[in-house]
């Protein structure tokens, strides 16, 4: 059987990031379009397009902003 490569810890938060990035966009961007408009028709093709856009946006975010927020939470830490 062919062993996978493990990943280093910065690949596995790296990775993080940008799952948890796309995920919460893909259901933010659904939720707040159904409560605007509906779901009706085109409403598909409007939600790949505004989650696409929103994508341009957290994802980059997220790799500036979960950094930030490690390093305040760990002020905190015993």
Same mark, same amino acid.
């Given at each position: 059987? #062919? =062993?996978?490569? #493990?990943?280093?810890?910065? =690949?596995?938060?790296?990775?993080?990031?940008?799952?948890?990035?796309?995920? &919460?966009?893909?259901?933010?961007?659904?939720?707040?379009?159904?409560?605007? /408009?509906?779901?009706? /028709?085109?409403?598909? /093709?409007?939600?790949? #397009? *505004?989650?696409?856009?929103? $994508? $341009?946006? &957290?994802?980059?975010?997220?790799?500036?902003?979960?950094?930030?927020?490690?390093?305040?939470?760990?002020?905190?830490? *015993?």
């Amino acid at each position: 059987m #062919k =062993q996978r490569k #493990k990943l280093t810890s910065f =690949q596995v938060q790296a990775l993080e990031i940008l799952l948890i990035s796309v995920f &919460s966009t893909a259901i933010m961007s659904c939720g707040v379009l159904w409560i605007k /408009h509906g779901i009706g /028709h085109g409403f598909l /093709h409007l939600w790949m #397009k *505004e989650f696409f856009l929103a $994508c $341009c946006i &957290s994802i980059p975010s997220g790799y500036l902003i979960v950094p930030l927020v490690v390093l305040y939470t760990k002020r905190f830490k *015993e």
